[in-house]
């Protein structure tokens, strides 16, 4: 398990949880980031990460990356609840 953060372009990834407000996760989740959403990272070198996901594209702050928390295809996928 790894930070949404530390994917590099290219990158798929599965959602395992999140360290982040009730707010700012109800909000994520409205724009289709919740537990077990694939991502896929387009974009992570400065500004915000651009995020592959159901077939949309959307940009989501470097700061809320670091607390999004993700498995790597073939990794074991264990539930993070903060």
Do not use: W, Y
């Not at 949404?4 to 360290?19: A, N, P």
């Not at 594209?57 to 074991?76: D, H, Y």
């Amino acid at each position: 398990m790894q930070r949404l953060i530390s994917l590099e372009k290219g990158q798929v990834g599965r959602i395992t949880g999140m360290d982040l407000p009730p707010h700012t996760t109800k909000r994520l989740f409205e724009l289709g980031l919740h537990t077990s959403a694939q991502v896929t990272m387009k974009k992570n070198n400065q500004g915000p990460c651009v995020l592959g996901i159901h077939h949309f594209t959307i940009a989501v702050s470097r700061k809320l990356c670091e607390n999004i928390f993700v498995t790597l295809p073939g990794e074991t996928t264990r539930e993070v609840r903060v």
